[in-house]
């Protein structure tokens, strides 16, 4: 069983920063993808960020910039530096990794979520 443990969420005033983590744990032998998405009530999740086991980073156009995702390999983490955070950035965020198990499978997993409150 894997499972993604989130933290780091909480109130922040405009222009502030928050940084998430994410520890992924279980027998996993590898983790490819790993990202954060974020959903706002009554709205579908999108995309924040992702990054590959190499490093390569994928960003939403509405996160450029101000975002920026890390992760390290060996203690299977992933992390979500906020800066200059907006109202709008108002969302309940969830990490997502594909990892591979020791047994030769894969799956998808999320995290439970963690708030994130921008006030204005």
């Known amino acids: 069983q894997v499972q993604l443990v989130e933290s780091g969420g909480g109130l922040v005033q405009a222009g502030g920063s928050l940084r998430l983590s994410c520890a992924a744990t279980?027998?996993?032998?590898?983790?490819?993808?790993m990202g954060w998405y974020r959903q706002i009530p009554g709205k579908e999740r999108e995309l924040v960020a992702t990054?590959?086991?190499?490093?390569?980073?994928n960003y939403a156009d509405s996160v450029k910039g101000r975002f920026s995702i890390a992760r390290d390999n060996a203690k299977n983490r992933v992390y979500l530096q906020m800066n200059s955070l907006k109202p709008e950035d108002t969302a309940v965020y969830y990490c997502n990794a594909d990892p591979y198990l020791y047994d030769g499978s894969s799956l998808e997993v999320w995290g439970q979520g963690t708030l994130v409150t921008v006030s204005s």
């Open positions: 279980g027998s996993i032998f590898r983790i490819n993808d």
């Open positions: 990054i590959t086991r190499g490093g390569i980073t």
